[in-house]
């Protein structure tokens, strides 16, 4: 079965700090990945997502971006750091043989000040 | 532009109520409508709904979609303290298989 690990679970950073946050999928093949971000009072927004290797679709321009080196890590960065980069961030894989659903990650919660 | 609207925003029952959650959309290259919950941390996948007209269920958790009319709805009948969370709709597009989601119900369950 499909796992999806995310880490850090939490991390506090300061405004103009960069980030690194890292998503990896067990149990299946060339998935579809997706970064998610939810802010609060906001429903859960689309930042990236990937059909493949080196592939990156962008939903919302800001100050993000992702890479996918390889065919299951998936990783969203910054270098510099806004208030409002401060939501609960979630990974999204769809599941193997074909399966659309997208199955979630356990998240990272950043907070930044 | 696409839109997936939730109503209500919050409901609180009594335990053992049955709830309705609703989901209305307008969205281009439609594929699919999901359902997840969401307690304090990431969404578990409910159902996915591509036709219109079939009943999804799972236990007291029931779910159907009119493409006609564009919405879905979530019932769930014997309401239990353990259902109190978050529920999404979200709308799968073409392309990449983007979700599109709503801001999400908040369902009480009071004992």
């Known amino acids: 079965s499909q796992t999806i690990h995310q880490w850090p679970a939490t991390l506090v950073q300061p405004v103009g700090s960069p980030l690194s946050l890292e998503c990896t999928v067990e149990?299946?093949?060339?998935?579809?990945l997706y970064w998610y971000r939810q802010a609060a009072g906001r429903g859960l927004q689309l930042l990236f997502y990937?059909?493949?290797?080196?592939?990156i679709s962008s939903e919302v321009p800001q100050n993000l971006s992702a890479s996918r080196p390889q065919d299951r890590q998936f990783i969203l960065s910054s270098k510099k750091l806004l208030l409002s980069d401060s939501g609960f961030y979630l990974c999204?894989?769809?599941?193997?043989?074909?399966?659309?659903?997208?199955?979630f990650g356990p998240g990272t919660r950043l907070t930044v000040l | 532009e696409d839109k997936v609207v939730q109503s209500p925003l919050s409901l609180v029952v009594h335990e053992g109520d049955t709830v309705t959650l609703n989901c209305s959309y307008e969205?281009?290259?439609?594929?699919?409508l999901l359902w997840y919950k969401q307690e304090k941390k990431a969404p578990t996948f409910l159902f996915m709904l591509?036709?219109?007209?079939i009943e999804k269920k799972s236990g007291r958790l029931s779910s159907i979609l009119d493409k006609k009319e564009l919405f879905s709805i979530l019932n769930i009948t014997a309401t239990q303290t353990g259902d109190s969370a978050v529920y999404l709709c979200?709308?799968?597009?073409?392309?990449?298989?983007?979700?599109?989601f709503g801001k999400g119900t908040s369902l009480l369950v009071t004992p």
């Open positions: 999204a894989s769809t599941r193997l043989a074909g399966g659309l659903e997208q199955f």
């Open positions: 149990g299946t093949s060339n998935p579809n």
């Open positions: 990937s059909v493949g290797i080196g592939q």
């Open positions: 969205v281009t290259n439609f594929r699919s």
């Open positions: 591509t036709s219109s007209g």
């Open positions: 979200a709308v799968e597009k073409g392309s990449g298989y983007a979700l599109n």
